[in-house]
């Protein structure tokens, strides 16, 4: 069984930084893409960025504008979200996700696992 552990989050000012972290464990297969999603208060969950572990492809949100840079963590299924030059409108629950990419994708399209979420608040 797949789990996500999830770690970083809190309270920044604008224009400050926070770095997520997210380690997966029971995971099998090499072929594995890792992100992560946000939900903000009364809006629809949205992905922010996502890796591919296997191939490299990764993905960004239309929001995240070279804020935002993922990156495999040192230790085999992990991924760091470094998040800087943060803004109000990024304050949101974070949510890793965990699962099989499909056709390269850079985010999971199947068997997808969910941490519990991190929340983020950016002041102005």
């Known amino acids: 069984e797949v789990q996500l552990v999830e770690s970083g989050g809190g309270l920044v000012q604008a224009g400050g930084s926070l770095r997520l972290s997210c380690a997966a464990s029971g995971v099998t297969n090499d072929d594995y893409a890792m992100g992560w999603f946000r939900q903000a208060p009364g809006k629809e969950r949205e992905a922010v960025s996502c890796?591919?572990?296997?191939?490299?492809?990764?993905y960004y949100g239309h929001f995240v504008k070279d804020r935002f840079t993922i990156a495999n963590g040192n230790v085999k299924n992990t991924v760091i979200l470094q998040m800087n030059n943060l803004k109000p409108e990024d304050t949101a629950v974070y949510y890793c996700?965990?699962?099989?990419?499909?056709?390269?994708?850079?985010?999971?399209?199947?068997?997808?696992?969910w941490g519990q979420g991190t929340p983020v608040t950016v002041s102005s």
């Open positions: 996700v965990g699962g099989t990419p499909r056709g390269g994708s850079a985010c999971p399209l199947g068997n997808e696992v």
């Open positions: 890796i591919n572990s296997y191939d490299g492809n990764i």
